[in-house]
């Protein structure tokens, strides 16, 4: 089945400064999406990426897919105490019709 | 738009009941997906319902099932729980295809006891 490895688990930040966080796949990448979720609760959705090479953005967060590393990577521009929770990236594997997702990386920005 | 919402909130059950938990997807959207989230497990994929017809199933036991009416609305059921089974249950909702993206409600926060 298919995994997705994201690193970092966690990141510490100040506020203002860049962070960039990575989803890596151990199979082919037939789409990917990226998402953010406040502890305990829904996940909301950020972006979706399904062409080798196309990038995203919504407001501050940019995300890009390599198809041929199987690795998509997140990046946050000047982050704010907003931009805290945990990133989730998750995979539509076509074989099966599901989602796959990563374990996560959660994101504290200090004041 | 509405976004997906799921009822219950928060659940408290004892070990060996059964509980059902309720979906309703984003008007327009045929298809729901229902995921367990543990702190161990993570994000789990436990079954897809589109236009009332089961897709695609996870690797769960068959106390886990479901359903999917005629308005898309969905419901889960676990039966004879156990404490295992606590956990962040979320459901997702899109418009049916393979890409498209994947929209999800609150949760329900199952505690068995």
């Known amino acids: 089945s298919q995994e997705l490895e994201q690193s970092p688990q966690s990141l510490i930040v100040q506020e203002g400064k860049n962070l960039t966080i990575n989803c890596t796949s151990s199979?082919?990448?037939?789409?990917l999406y990226w998402y953010k979720q406040k502890y305990g609760e829904g996940l909301i959705f950020l972006m979706m990426l399904q062409k080798g090479g196309e990038e995203k953005s919504h407001e501050k967060i940019t995300a890009k897919l390599d198809e041929k590393k199987q690795q998509s990577s997140l990046h946050i521009t000047a982050s704010q105490p907003s931009h805290a929770g945990i990133y989730l990236c998750g995979a539509l594997n076509t074989n099966a019709g599901k989602s796959t997702f990563g374990d996560g990386t959660t994101l504290t920005v200090k004041p | 738009k509405a976004g997906v919402t799921q009822t219950p909130r928060y659940l408290i059950k004892t070990r060996g009941q059964q509980v059902t938990l309720s979906c309703s997807p984003i008007?327009?959207?045929?298809?729901v997906s229902w995921y367990q989230q543990t702190p161990g497990q993570g994000l789990q994929f436990l079954f897809e319902y589109f236009s009332e017809t089961q897709r695609n199933k996870g690797n769960f036991p068959g106390r886990f099932s479901g359903r999917q009416f005629s308005n898309s609305r969905s419901e889960m059921n676990v039966s004879t729980l156990e404490l295992g089974d606590s956990a962040l249950y979320l459901c997702a909702s899109s418009l049916g295809g393979y890409f498209y993206e994947q929209y999800f409600g609150p949760g329900t926060r199952l505690t068995v006891t």
């Open positions: 008007s327009g959207h045929r298809s």
């Open positions: 199979k082919t990448l037939y789409g």
